[in-house]
């Protein structure tokens, strides 16, 4: 059984960057990989995914163009760049694993979850 173990989250202020780190104890070459967050209050919401084979991505309106999702495979690690952040960008982050060779915007297609790591962006 794959685990997820997220990192790299902070505190950083608006403008600034972080990167997101997500480690497999296993092998994720049969997994596509998603990250989602979820902010007080609200329901987890989806990032972004990429495909098994990292030849797609797929980003939320909010994040497009200030987020980067990628993999290594050989190290079986997933990363979310995040660049530009922003106030309404603080949340729980979660890294999640779906058997299939392509990615869902829908959280309950995922099949693994970590177990988040806290992303807070002041202004």
């Known amino acids: 059984q794959v685990q997820l173990v997220e990192s790299g989250g902070g505190l950083v202020q608006a403008g600034g960057s972080l990167r997101l780190s997500c480690a497999a104890s296993g092998r994720t070459l049969s997994y596509a990989m998603g990250w989602f967050r979820q902010a007080p209050g609200k329901e987890r919401e989806f990032v972004a995914f990429?495909?098994?084979?990292?030849?797609?991505?797929y980003y939320a309106d909010s994040v497009k163009g200030r987020f980067t999702i990628s993999r290594d495979n050989a190290k079986n690690t997933v990363y979310l760049q995040m660049n530009s952040l922003k106030p309404e960008d603080t949340a729980v982050y979660y890294c999640?694993?779906?058997?299939?060779?392509?990615?869902?915007?829908?959280?309950?297609?995922?099949?693994?979850w970590g177990q988040g790591t806290q992303v807070t962006v002041s202004s």
């Open positions: 990429i495909n098994r084979s990292a030849s797609s991505t």
């Open positions: 999640a694993a779906r058997r299939s060779s392509y990615g869902s915007l829908s959280s309950a297609e995922y099949d693994l």
